[in-house]
């Protein structure tokens, strides 16, 4: 697959995840894709800097957690350039997004990628999730790709969560440390993302 143009390359990586996206929802994707590129080259957005690894790492490696979405409401928190909340978002309709992040340039690039794709259920705040208290309701699912220490998400997204709500954050290698928290059910399973050779997993945390 490494020699595949990163059209081909997404479609091959969405037949592996056994998604299947109507024609209008891959264009979104790729042209995301090719946003992405372009900002990254003047704003520095992630240090993927090669369309194909981005792909991979950016657009698999979000929708391989797709079906612990299909929920109303969601919150991506730190989410950066987009990650996983815009890949997500294209990829479910149906389910409301709000992308976090304290970095303006970051949602500069979020808030021009969701007018240019059209995401209609897709809204974009600049705030710390400590201080930030969203006037619209409670989350299904709270997520992140970017937080080092799991406690600390759980922390900081409990007070954001719907009773019976989930935190699903994305992880690399497991930290042995990082076992039951205090008002949490956790559990990992591991996640295959289609074209990287390295672990990847997703640590359930669902509210008691």
């Not at 705030?127 to 080092?148: C, I, K, N, Q």
Request: proline letters at 5%; hydrophobic letters at 45%.
């Amino acid at each position: 697959m490494n020699d595949q143009a990163p059209s081909d390359r997404l479609r091959a990586g969405l037949d592996v995840l056994r998604l299947e996206l109507d024609g209008m929802q891959v264009q979104r994707l790729l042209d995301y894709l090719a946003l992405l590129a372009k900002w990254n080259r003047a704003f520095n957005l992630t240090a993927v800097r090669d369309e194909g690894e981005m792909v991979v790492k950016h657009l698999l490696d979000s929708l391989a957690v797709y079906r612990w979405f299909a929920v109303e409401r969601v919150l991506d928190v730190g989410s950066g350039a987009g990650l996983p909340g815009i890949p997500l978002a294209i990829a479910r309709p149906d389910t409301n997004f709000v992308l976090l992040d304290s970095n303006g340039k970051k949602t500069r690039f979020m808030t021009q990628a969701v007018h240019a794709l059209g995401l209609d259920n897709v809204d974009v705040v600049q705030a710390r999730v400590e201080s930030w208290r969203p006037p619209g309701g409670l989350y299904d699912v709270v997520t992140s790709r970017a937080f080092a220490s799991l406690s600390d998400m759980l922390r900081l997204a409990a007070p954001l969560l719907k009773p019976g709500g989930k935190i699903v954050a994305m992880k690399g290698r497991l930290n042995a440390e990082e076992g039951a928290e205090a008002g949490f059910r956790l559990r990992t399973e591991p996640v295959s993302v289609p074209g990287l050779d390295a672990e990847r997993h997703v640590i359930i945390a669902e509210t008691l």
